[in-house]
């Protein structure tokens, strides 16, 4: 999930800094520390819940990029800095 939504960033087309790429360390850490406890009946819950929080966060971070990137392009061609 956490490749799937980067993927979906670079299929965008923009050029975009690799300093972007930061905003997936913190779900790559939660992803890893949901794999790390014990495996019992009485950890699975957690580690669960803390690996669906770590994809909804790299998805839903995807998506706040390409949103911000597409109101900067909208301002900055309302404001007429863009020619398309």
């Given at each position: 999930?956490?490749?799937m939504a980067y993927?979906?960033?670079l299929s965008s087309g923009l050029?975009?800094?690799h300093g972007l790429t930061l905003g997936y360390l913190v779900p790559l850490a939660?992803?890893?520390a949901s794999l790390l406890p014990e495996r019992t009946m009485r950890r699975r819950p957690t580690r669960v819940t803390l690996g669906l929080l770590a994809c909804c966060l790299?998805?839903?971070y995807s998506?706040?990029?390409m949103l911000v990137?597409?109101?900067?392009?909208l301002v900055l061609l309302l404001t007429g800095n863009v020619q398309v």
């Amino acid at each position: 999930m956490l490749l799937m939504a980067y993927a979906d960033i670079l299929s965008s087309g923009l050029p975009l800094d690799h300093g972007l790429t930061l905003g997936y360390l913190v779900p790559l850490a939660m992803v890893a520390a949901s794999l790390l406890p014990e495996r019992t009946m009485r950890r699975r819950p957690t580690r669960v819940t803390l690996g669906l929080l770590a994809c909804c966060l790299a998805f839903f971070y995807s998506k706040l990029v390409m949103l911000v990137a597409i109101l900067v392009f909208l301002v900055l061609l309302l404001t007429g800095n863009v020619q398309v």
